[in-house]
């Protein structure tokens, strides 16, 4: 079964480290779900790296969803806190017709750590592929979102949220091809970034000539906390196709200093003002998430990291 599959989501390495994890690839994860089954409780794969300092670990996963099948798969990496590592990995994700996925990805690493990532999705007719990629963690991160609408009725959703300190650099590259009529995409990706930290955001949208009565929409926002942080954007549409609906857009700022004034007179002092104004920027993206115990789980880490350690209840309160 792995022969048969492994590599077909990406069958050519595009750069030195999909070839390296190719290479070297020493573990992973295979999920697959059978025709007309579904899953209700999520299947989590977790992985830690615990290795010796400077390691480098290199992982491949495959999800298949066959025909009519459901299921909700979460990846999480993390590692010990200081713990200095290269993760080197790589997700194949393949829906058969009618098949539905929920697929999050979750970055948790310590501070010192640097991840390279990819995830290579391809949807057959009426399939649905719904992405959450979540970044809290590493020195440098960097992860490509590859996802192909490949036949008709085709959809996806991606999802995307990352959080930035210090001099942490978070890297998002994602291509959507729609490649056959009728299908939609929806992409929203937010990020938060402090001190004297760095996103980059390049996100491109492929409308192939026989992908008539395409439906897509693209956006990317940065919040910027420090006057030293940056952020980088470029949105892409490319369109071959005469009879489509695409839109995207792309915005950077401060604090909007009205709104911070607005709460400082309704009695909030500056710290709980601003991260009430941190906590709305990110709740729309984070409501996308529908697992309520990884969601709060999510705001929590949050609040340690932008809000002072508060909760979103202590700032309402």
Known sequence: MLESWLGRQMPTPRHGFEALNTTFLQDGAVVRIGRGITIE???????????????AVYWRNL?????????TVIETYASRDGAAHLTNTITEVTLESSASIEHYRLGRESDAAYHVGGTHAH???????????????????????????DAEGAECLLNGFYATRGQQHVDNHTRIEHRAP??????????VLGDRSRAVFSGRIVVHPQAQRTDAEQANHHLLLSRDAEADSRP????????????HGASAGHLDADALFYLRSRGLDEARARGLLVYAFAADVLARIRLAPLRQALEQQLAGRLLAGESVKELLT
Request: aromatic letters at 6%.
């Open 182 to 191: 009728h299908g939609t995409s929806r992409e929203w990706y937010k990020g």
């Open 41 to 55: 409780a999520p299947i989590h794969l977790l992985f830690l790296a615990t290795g010796a300092p400077e390691s």
């Open 123 to 149: 949807l057959a007719r009426d399939s649905r592929y719904v992405s959450h990629v979540v970044t809290l963690g590493a020195r440098l991160a960097r992860h490509e979102l590859d996802t192909v609408l």
């Open 236 to 247: 892409q549409l490319e369109i071959y196709a005469n009879d489509v609906k695409c839109a």
């Open 63 to 71: 999800i298949v969803a066959e025909a009519g099948s459901r299921a």
